[in-house]
């Protein structure tokens, strides 16, 4: 690749880069605005699904009264970090509360 | 492109739910899939005995548990298509004569993180599943004190919980015939404890059928003629009538409400990737059918060449689970893929390949775990 067409295609890039930063950071605040009153975000964070399946997910949780406001950002974020192309969530484990008083 | 994505540090703080520290009261260490609502499974070293202990014993709340109830204000209401509807009191239900039923409650959803393509809703792996010694009166029993409810077809059973939002209350339909079974019963105890997270004051216990089914913190019995019509009841919690190929959407019409449950079989020890010195090893694990009774499992150390029959514990029951147990003595080291594979007494057979569904209900294929046995240094 020549020079001028590298410059080319950096310039092309980092507005679109940026702009994704952007969208994840806006979908990760959407998330806990429109997901975190009703669940932890264990639920979500331990799935690795399609973009199809994501996007079922908030259909499905529209319908059970959360009002998605940045529904884009939101779909873009979870397939970017909960996509079913990445690694599988660590098991994660609760502490001990065998001794603790009970509910 | 990476650079977009969470910083590893960020990644780890979200996988961690934004709780450093989540303990369950009543509970020992466990498998933490949701912590609000609980969604906890137990894991595998647990399961080293028939009846497993309330503080291991798995979670599963679709919706937040309700506030504390008080056991002497509580109140079963039991109306609908009754002779005489009525409000039953706890001590009521404690004057009925009480049974003890020991039953295996296993999530429908249990073993779906094994499904691929991979499906929506909570990932577990093999401990959503237990068994306990639950006792109260028949539910038949309660019925007649409401004048019996000869022309329905369904009972309705609603637990205190109720849905966040607009999501839908968790009521469930039970065909009257299985209502009207002498192990149905509202259990006021499990393993001789108070139930606590498990629903109490009183759960509804339908032993062999998938464990949503069995509502907890049951206030209300409706006698009814047809199915409720919640999302509790559909589209959720069914199955498809006819196989569908991996990873296609749910044909609606075609959808059945899940009974009893498949015959299974689970390895628990070893567990998946353990090495193990050059020795004597025991093969452990469980093995369940519904309704139906576990009649032979079989485990094979040679990836399924040749299989052996392991010693089964007593009682043999509907309902409940068998442990079973095979000594195996490997003779040279080296990596052994483990599998066990159960019978029932209709004779059911576990498949090596579980069919897939859109909701990753019923997960039953034969078990299988792999470990390598090392030479004693």
Request: charge should be positive.
């Given at each position: 690749?020549?020079r001028r067409?590298?410059i080319?295609?950096?310039?092309?890039a980092s507005?679109?880069?940026?702009?994704?930063?952007?969208?994840?950071?806006?979908?990760?605040?959407?998330?806990g605005?429109?997901?975190?009153?009703?669940?932890?975000?264990?639920l979500?964070h331990?799935?690795?699904?399609?973009?199809?399946?994501?996007?079922?997910?908030?259909?499905?949780?529209t319908?059970?009264?959360?009002k998605?406001?940045d529904r884009?950002?939101?779909?873009?974020?979870?397939?970017?970090?909960?996509?079913?192309?990445k690694?599988?969530?660590?098991?994660a484990?609760?502490?001990?509360?065998?001794?603790?008083?009970?509910p | 492109?990476?650079a977009t994505?969470?910083s590893a540090?960020?990644?780890a703080?979200?996988?961690?739910?934004a709780d450093?520290?989540?303990?369950i009261p009543?509970?020992?260490?466990?498998?933490?899939?949701?912590?609000?609502?609980?969604?906890?499974?137990t894991?595998?070293?647990y399961?080293d005995?028939?009846?497993?202990?309330?503080?291991?014993?798995?979670?599963?709340?679709?919706i937040?548990?309700?506030a504390?109830?008080?056991?002497?204000?509580?109140?079963?209401?039991?109306d609908?298509?009754?002779?005489k509807?009525?409000?039953?009191?706890?001590?009521?239900?404690?004057?009925l004569p009480?049974?003890?039923?020991p039953?295996?409650i296993?999530c429908?959803?249990?073993?779906r993180?094994?499904y691929?393509?991979?499906?929506?809703?909570?990932?577990w792996g093999?401990?959503?599943?237990?068994?306990?010694?639950?006792?109260?009166?028949r539910?038949?029993?309660?019925l007649?004190?409401a004048?019996?409810?000869?022309s329905?077809a369904?009972l309705?059973?609603?637990?205190?919980d109720?849905?966040?939002?607009a999501t839908p209350?968790?009521?469930?339909?039970l065909?009257?015939?299985k209502?009207?079974?002498?192990?149905?019963?509202?259990?006021?105890?499990?393993?001789?404890?108070?139930?606590?997270?498990?629903?109490?004051p009183?759960?509804?216990?339908?032993p062999?059928?998938?464990?949503?089914s069995?509502?907890?913190w049951v206030?209300?019995?409706?006698?009814?003629?047809?199915?409720?019509?919640?999302?509790?009841?559909?589209?959720?919690?069914?199955?498809p009538?006819?196989s569908?190929?991996?990873g296609s959407?749910?044909?609606?019409?075609?959808?059945?409400?899940?009974?009893g449950?498949p015959?299974?079989?689970?390895?628990?020890?070893?567990?998946?990737?353990?090495?193990?010195?050059l020795?004597?090893?025991a093969?452990?694990g469980?093995?369940?059918?519904?309704e139906?009774?576990?009649?032979?499992?079989e485990?094979?150390?040679d990836?399924?060449?040749?299989w052996?029959?392991a010693?089964l514990?007593?009682p043999?029951?509907p309902?409940?689970?068998?442990?079973?147990?095979?000594?195996?003595?490997?003779?040279d080291?080296g990596y052994?893929?483990?599998?066990?594979?159960?019978?029932?007494?209709?004779?059911?057979?576990?498949?090596?390949?579980?069919?897939w569904?859109?909701?990753?209900?019923?997960?039953?294929?034969?078990?299988?775990?792999?470990?390598?046995?090392?030479?004693?240094?």
């Open positions: 690749m020549n067409l590298l080319l295609a950096c310039a092309l507005p679109a880069l940026a702009a994704d930063q952007a969208t994840l950071e806006r979908g990760q605040k959407e998330e605005r429109s997901c975190l009153p009703c669940h932890s975000l264990r979500i331990s799935q690795r699904l399609s973009k199809a399946a994501w996007n079922k997910e908030l259909d499905k949780m319908g059970w009264g959360t998605i406001q884009d950002a939101l779909l873009e974020y979870l397939v970017a970090n909960f996509g079913d192309d690694p599988a969530a660590p098991p484990m609760s502490g001990d509360g065998s001794g603790a008083k009970k | 492109m990476f994505l969470l540090a960020a990644a703080r979200l996988a961690r739910g450093d520290a989540v303990v009543g509970k020992r260490p466990m498998i933490l899939h949701n912590d609000r609502p609980e969604d906890l499974e894991p595998l070293r399961f005995s028939w009846v497993t202990p309330v503080d291991a014993f798995f979670v599963r709340q679709h937040p548990r309700p504390p109830i008080d056991p002497k204000t509580y109140r079963l209401t039991v609908g298509m009754v002779a509807p009525l409000q039953l009191t706890l001590d009521d239900l404690r004057k009480q049974f003890t039923v039953a295996t296993e429908t959803g249990n073993g993180a094994f691929s393509p991979k499906i929506p809703g909570v990932q093999r401990g959503a599943i237990g068994n306990a010694e639950w006792k109260g009166p539910v038949a029993d309660v007649a004190l004048g019996g409810a000869p329905a369904y309705d059973t609603d637990g205190a109720m849905g966040l939002a209350d968790f009521v469930r339909s065909p009257m015939k209502v009207m079974h002498p192990a149905t019963i509202l259990a006021l105890s499990m393993n001789g404890q108070t139930p606590d997270i498990h629903g109490f009183v759960r509804l216990i339908v062999g059928w998938d464990g949503t069995s509502v907890k206030i209300r019995l409706s006698a009814t003629a047809e199915m409720n019509r919640g999302f509790f009841m559909n589209p959720g919690y069914r199955y009538k006819f569908l190929p991996p959407p749910p044909k609606p019409a075609e959808l059945e409400v899940i009974e449950m015959v299974k079989s689970c390895i628990t020890a070893p567990e998946e990737q353990a090495k193990l010195p020795g004597a090893v093969l452990r469980f093995a369940w059918a519904g139906q009774t576990i009649e032979r499992v485990v094979s150390t990836g399924g060449s040749r052996r029959d010693e514990s007593s043999k029951l309902f409940a689970w068998r442990l079973w147990r095979l000594d195996w003595r490997p003779s080291p052994y893929t483990i599998l066990s594979r159960a019978t029932d007494s209709a004779g059911r057979v576990q498949p090596f390949v579980c069919a569904n859109p909701s990753g209900y019923l997960w039953n294929a034969v078990d299988r775990v792999g470990v390598t046995v090392e030479k004693a240094a």
